[in-house]
């Protein structure tokens, strides 16, 4: 429908603007402050639904699923974006992905979708990792 690509282009654009804000901050790969650093600090509320000491996970504020999760490291060191990280972040990224996993199987236990967009072309608008537990109703397939 034409509110869907209205949702898709803002979304869209969103992402071109973080990604404009992300290349035009420092060199170094740290990237601009974030949301995340808010709700991290606990300036910002969110609804967590899990939390040890490497990774926090809470409820998207703009789902686009009955069950909408976004899986984060609480120290992003310079992980902006999937494709920044290094080989020492391997357990890290294991273990977000594990986290990922058994958020979506105790919420959605008919099946369940994780996403990471990474970049511009992949719509990040947010440059702190983070992964996405979709699911609560049958999902399409191929994503936009
Ligand atoms: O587009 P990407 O993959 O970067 O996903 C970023 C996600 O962060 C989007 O689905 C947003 O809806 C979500 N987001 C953004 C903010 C936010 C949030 N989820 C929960 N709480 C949030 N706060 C407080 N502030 C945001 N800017």
Redesign the pocket.
Known sequence: SSDTKLAMSS?VD??KD?AAAYKSSDADGAGPA???D??LSGK????KVYEDDTALA???????APV?V?VIPKIRDGLTKLSCAREDQEALLGHLVYVAQSVGKKECPEGFRL???DGEH??????HL?I?VLGGRQLGWPPG
């Open positions: 979304e969103k992402a973080a974030t949301a995340f808010n709700i910002w509320p969110s609804d809470f409820r998207d504020i703009n789902p686009q909408h976004l996403v990471i967009n992949g719509a990040q608008s947010v440059y983070h996405h």
